[in-house]
C-alpha cells in the first residue's frame, strides 16, 4: 500500500524525534518536504534525515502530493498555520496545545468540519503501552469503579536545558498549557469527559534566567503563570487533583494515580510512551508491578499521526482527535478562568472517551487481585 504524504511545518527542536520515527517507525507515512519560517533550518532538517525537499510553507500546502501537515510550529503559531493547512485542503496533525485560544480550537474545528478534512492533535503518548495498560486495568474492573485521581507536574522551568526557552514563560506557555496536555489528556482517556473545573494559579517570578545553550545568560520577562492547583470533575463522578508548576525545585509526588472502590492504579509519566504500571488492590499488602508490552513503550511521538492515516484509509474516527485536543485546551482555560472568577467553570465542549488501542497491548497479560500478605 502506498504510504500517505507528509508536509512539516515547523523545524525546531521537536521535529527531530517526529522525523527520525516516521522514517523508520511507522511504514504508512512518508515525510515527502519539510518548511520553516528560517529556511537554512528546514534545510539542514531535510539533509539530516534524506528528506527530498525543503521549501517553504506556501509551496508545501501548494502542493497536491502532500495529503497531511503535521505542524510542529510554536504554540503562538499552531492555529494560524492549522487553518491555513485546512484552507488549502489538507488535513492537519498538529502539537499539542491545538490552539492558544478556545476560540481558535473552535474555529479549526469547524473549518475541519467545513472542508471535509481530518484534524489530530498530540500528544500520542495516551496511545503507548504504558497508559494503553492502565486503560485495559481499568477497563477489566482490576481497582473497580474509578473514585478520584490526582496529577502532579513540578519541576523548576525550562531555562536551564532548552536551546531557547522565551516561549514556555510567553502567551500560551506556563506549565498547564505546556504540561496540562499531557496530563489532561491521559486523564480524559482514562476516566472519559470532565464536566467543570475549579483551580487557583499565580506567577511566583516575575522574571528567568536562562543558564544553558546559545543564549545563556538572557533575562525573560514572565508573562504567564507558572503555579497551578485545582479539581476536575469527571462525568463518570471521580473528581481529580492536579497541582502544574514551573516553582518547584524538588518534589516527591508521583506522576497520576487512580483511586477505585476496590484499589489503585499507579499510571506512569504521560509525557513517556512506556511505563512503570504498578497496582494495589485493597487487600494488598503491597504495590505490584504491571507487565508492559514493549509494543510502543519507547519514544513513538508520530503514533497519533500515523494512527490517524490508518483510520483515514479504514472509514472510522481516529483517536488523537482534534475535539480531544480541544476539551484538553478547554481544561486548560478553564484552570486559569476558575481562578480569575473565584468559583468552578463548567465546560462545553465535551468528547467520547477513544477506543483502546489494541496494537499497544499486544502480549499484554491479565492481572488478577491478591491477597494480604503476612509481614
Not at 15 to 22: F, K, T
Not at 116 to 123: D, E, H, L, Q, Y
Request: hydrophobic residues 40%; charged residues 20%.
Amino acid at each position: 500500500m502506498a504510504r500517505t504524504k507528509v508536509g512539516i511545518v515547523g523545524c525546531g527542536n521537536i521535529s527531530g524525534i517526529y522525523l527520525s520515527n516516521l522514517e523508520k517507525k511507522f511504514e504508512n507515512v512518508e515525510v515527502a518536504a519539510v518548511a520553516d519560517l528560517v529556511p537554512e533550518r528546514a534545510q539542514a532538517k531535510a539533509v539530516e534525515h534524506g528528506i527530498p525537499r525543503a521549501c517553504s510553507v506556501e509551496e508545501l500546502f501548494a502542493d497536491p502530493g502532500i495529503e497531511i501537515v503535521l505542524n510542529l510550529t510554536v504554540p503562538l503559531a499552531h492555529a494560524e498555520v492549522t487553518l491555513q493547512a485546512i484552507s488549502a485542503g489538507k488535513h492537519v496533525y498538529t502539537e499539542k496545545p491545538l490552539a492558544v485560544s478556545l476560540r481558535e480550537g473552535e474555529r479549526i474545528l469547524t473549518l475541519a468540519r467545513k472542508k471535509g478534512v481530518r484534524v489530530g492533535a498530540a500528544p500520542d503518548t495516551f496511545l503507548g503501552a504504558g497508559i494503553q495498560t492502565c486503560i485495559r486495568l481499568i477497563g477489566e474492573g482490576a481497582i473497580g469503579m474509578p473514585v478520584a485521581a490526582s496529577a502532579f507536574m513540578t519541576c523548576h522551568g525550562h531555562e536551564a536545558w532548552h536551546p531557547d526557552p522565551a516561549f514556555y514563560y510567553a502567551q500560551g506557555g506556563g506549565p498547564v498549557f505546556d504540561m496540562g496536555p499531557y496530563y489532561f489528556t491521559a486523564l480524559i482517556a482514562l476516566l472519559g469527559p470532565a464536566q467543570r473545573v475549579c483551580g487557583s494559579v499565580k506567577r511566583t517570578f516575575p522574571r528567568r534566567f536562562v543558564s544553558s545553550g546559545p543564549k545563556a545568560g538572557q533575562v525573560i520577562d514572565v508573562e504567564v503563570p507558572t503555579h497551578a492547583a485545582g479539581t476536575i470533575d469527571f462525568a463518570i463522578g471521580a473528581v481529580a487533583t492536579f497541582v502544574m508548576s514551573f516553582d518547584v525545585w524538588h518534589a516527591q509526588l508521583p506522576h497520576i494515580e487512580i483511586y477505585g472502590s476496590e484499589g489503585s492504579l499507579s499510571v506512569p509519566d504521560p509525557n513517556t510512551f512506556g511505563g512503570p504500571v504498578m497496582i494495589r488492590g485493597a487487600d494488598d499488602a503491597e504495590w505490584r508491578d504491571v507487565p508492559v508490552p514493549s509494543t510502543f513503550a519507547d519514544n513513538s511521538r508520530g503514533l497519533g499521526l500515523s494512527e490517524m492515516v490508518d483510520a483515514m484509509r479504514e472509514g472510522r474516527p481516529h483517536r488523537a482527535s482534534g475535539a480531544m485536543g480541544l476539551h484538553a485546551l478547554e481544561i486548560m482555560h478553564a484552570v486559569h478562568e476558575a481562578s480569575s472568577a473565584e468559583r468552578y467553570s463548567t465546560l462545553r465542549f465535551p468528547v467520547g472517551r477513544p477506543e483502546p488501542f489494541p496494537a499497544a497491548a499486544e502480549g499484554a497479560a491479565t492481572v488478577t487481585p491478591s491477597g494480604p500478605t503476612d509481614s
